[in-house]
């Protein structure tokens, strides 16, 4: 091992773990000489109510084709519910702890069944049917899941879309992927404050005449509008209809759900995900990346409306008949050792989060720890972004008390589960690299140039062959899926990562490449942020690039030209802020506004993205070639008025 801080795994790992490193270096080395046969056994983790005989079709050239099992059919729900019933109905599946930490339950694998088959029915009962789009825009709460698996269940595909967004940001991914029923709850609860979730759905849907049906879980008992014909209470549907509802057959390649990401350009793209193939590695990759054994109790901090919460609240760990909490409330709420109060509270085993909430828990000191006892952990996980060192060392020894190994996982929207990532009873870890790829990944490294590079090395981050979670399709273009992934490096599933490579094998991810940042470990689009802003009145232009963020990673720094005659207030600056809140969401919401009377561009009118990027980082000195600037006095100004931090 080359020089950076190792640790070992831990020997209680290595004893229990369901893979050593030598058998590591086995399953991965069968997994590429034979990559349909690894994955052809990999697949019959699930129930095929007809099993397939095809395991692998691949083309990452021309239109670009990806089917996995794809002549089997399967139903996602019955195996998160229905095939545990015979040993686990009495089993909790679902653990919830309220964002008030007074409440919490328990939910039987039995009782989801229930749960599920009312939902599946209400959603009958509304006219959806197999194919039909159904958006979910919901709190952490357990009818999130029922919802998500009543649309597996009778084969309607769910954008869930998480709470919060604005209702603009609702509306447009509403109207993309045509969805006529939404599911949501009068209000969330976060952090002691209200979430009003019904309200940003009824301003939303002032732009969706479509929408047919709105079903309203009651969470809070707030004052909501009903309108009539249109929204409905779900526990009074719930009343109405029977809690069995037969699992539709469902192809693997059918779709299982979209969820919306944000990519260099555009509008968020709705990527899709299908069923068999996404399950299998969902499946997967929770039983060996988190050790899953019998009886563990584990927990994933992230919310349901991103991937995480998708593949690793729901359905990896219920596939795999796991007991799995769900979470409605936030780290620091009511004080700094919530998340370390729940886990001695539930037992929790498996501890998985994000790098910025460690880097806020981590700003409190370790008093709000040991208030706790911590005894019940045994692995602790990573994800979102890259862990700085110090964040991953703190997260090892005042979480885990040296005793539980880390994984710190690398992964995507698009690739529906881990990818990348240390396996707790094989790897020696490092702290800040994902280590290595798991079994059926094969991770490359190229220049710009697209050349593969060997060994130890630094570039952008290929994956050079399929896996079945990958993502298919952008929901309604192909073409930009095409594009998006495939074109930059032919042959090759471009992941918009850079990356390097030591000596010892290990991958370190750098971050994004593209113009994509990754605020708290959420992903987002420059140009949606600037094209929020130049929606004000009062903008004529705006850039945005990321910047060092302590606790977020990245932040969010805007330079904004203003239309001729406004006059750049504190007011203005924080209007804008404001505004983009209400445009996108708060996660957009920019953490620095510089006034820019002009924007560094080319002669052909490009802005230099990377000179803003320079000046955001406080690398001012060292701006490269500004020759090619229209007007480089530009760039002066821009640096004699730069954000304090
Ligand atoms: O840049 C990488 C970063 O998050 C991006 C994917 O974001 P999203 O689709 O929102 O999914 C997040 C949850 C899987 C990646 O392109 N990223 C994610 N995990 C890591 C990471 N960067 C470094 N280390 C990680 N463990």
Same mark, same amino acid.
């Given at each position: ?431 800040? $690299? =994902?280590?290595?790829?798991? !079994?059926? #990944?094969?991770?490359?490294? @190229? ?7 060997? *060994? ?74 600037? $094209? =929020?802003?130049?929606?004000? !009145?009062? #903008?004529?232009?705006?850039? @945005? ?7 977020? *990673? ?75 600037? =229209? ?15």
């Amino acid at each position: 091992m080359s020089d950076q801080q190792v640790f070992d795994v831990p020997a209680s790992s290595a004893a229990r773990a369901l893979v050593n490193a030598a058998q590591y270096d086995a399953m991965y080395k069968k997994s590429v000489e034979d990559n349909a046969g690894f994955w052809g056994e990999q697949g019959r983790r699930v129930d095929w109510i007809k099993p397939y005989t095809q395991v692998k079709d691949v083309d990452y050239t021309g239109a670009v084709r990806i089917r996995w099992y794809h002549d089997g059919t399967l139903n996602v729900a019955a195996n998160c519910i229905d095939r545990h019933l015979a040993k686990r109905a009495k089993q909790t599946a679902i653990i919830w702890e309220g964002d008030d930490p007074s409440e919490s339950k328990h939910i039987t694998y039995g009782e989801l069944a229930e749960h599920v088959g009312r939902m599946s029915n209400v959603l009958k009962a509304k006219g959806v049917k197999k194919g039909d789009r159904v958006t979910i825009y919901m709190p952490m709460i357990p009818e999130a899941a029922y919802a998500m698996l009543a649309c597996a269940r009778i084969g309607a595909v769910h954008s869930v879309v998480f709470g919060g967004f604005s209702p603009d940001s609702l509306a447009g991914r509403i109207v993309d992927c045509d969805s006529r029923v939404v599911i949501t709850a009068d209000e969330g609860l976060r952090g002691g404050k209200k979430v009003p979730l019904k309200a940003n759905v009824d301003a939303a849907l002032k732009q969706c005449p479509d929408v047919s049906a709105c079903i309203v879980v009651k969470r809070t008992g707030g004052n909501v509008e009903m309108k009539s014909g249109r929204d409905v209470w779900y526990h009074e549907e719930a009343a109405k209809v029977s809690p069995d509802c037969p699992a539709e057959a469902m192809n693997a390649e059918d779709p299982l759900f979209i969820l919306y990401t944000s990519g260099s350009t555009g509008k968020p793209k709705g990527v899709l995900h299908t069923s068999g193939g996404y399950l299998v590695y969902a499946s997967f990759t929770h039983q060996y990346v988190f050790d899953y054994h019998e009886g563990d109790i584990y927990w994933c901090t992230a919310d349901v409306g991103w991937v995480t919460g998708h593949s690793y609240i729901v359905y990896g760990p219920l596939a795999n008949g796991a007991t799995t909490l769900m979470f409605e409330g936030v780290p620091n709420y009511p004080d700094s050792s919530r998340f370390w109060q729940v886990c001695d509270k539930h037992k929790v085993n498996i501890f998985y989060t994000a790098p910025t909430a460690i880097r806020a828990l981590m700003r409190e000191g370790e008093a709000p720890v040991q208030k706790c006892k911590l005894d019940s952990l045994r692995l602790l996980g990573s994800v979102g972004e890259p862990i700085n060192p110090e964040a991953w060392l703190w997260y090892h020894r005042v979480i885990g008390k040296n005793r539980c190994p880390i994984v710190d996982t690398w992964w995507q929207t698009e690739t529906g589960g881990i990818l990348i990532s240390p396996l707790p009873g094989a790897t020696k870890t490092k702290p800040g $690299s =994902a280590t290595k790829p798991l !079994p059926g #990944v094969m991770p490359q490294i @190229v220049d710009a140039n697209g050349n593969v590079l060997e *060994g130890a090395c630094e570039g952008n981050l290929c994956i050079a062959d399929s896996w079945p979670g990958q993502m298919r399709t952008v929901y309604g273009d192909h073409k930009r899926f095409a594009e998006t992934y495939f074109s930059a490096y032919p042959g090759k599933y471009f992941t918009g990562d850079g990356c390097r490579r030591d000596a010892d094998g290990y991958y370190w991810i750098t971050g994004r490449v593209d113009d994509v940042i990754n605020v708290s470990g959420h992903r987002m689009g420059t140009a949606e942020v600037e $094209s =929020a802003l130049v929606a004000h !009145p009062q #903008v004529a232009e705006a850039a @945005v690039v990321g910047y060092p963020h302590d606790i977020k *990673g990245q932040g969010i720094y805007a330079y904004v030209t203003l239309k001729t005659g406004v006059t750049a207030t504190e007011e203005l600056r924080k209007e804008l802020v404001l505004w983009v809140r209400k445009e996108i969401g708060p996660i957009a919401a920019p953490d620095l506004i510089q006034w820019a009377p002009g924007l560094p561009k080319t002669r052909s009118g490009k802005i230099m993205r990377r000179i803003l990027r320079k000046i955001a980082e406080n690398e001012y000195g060292a701006l490269g070639d500004t020759s090619t600037l =229209a007007d480089p006095n530009v760039v002066t100004d821009l640096v004699d008025n730069r954000m304090n931090r």
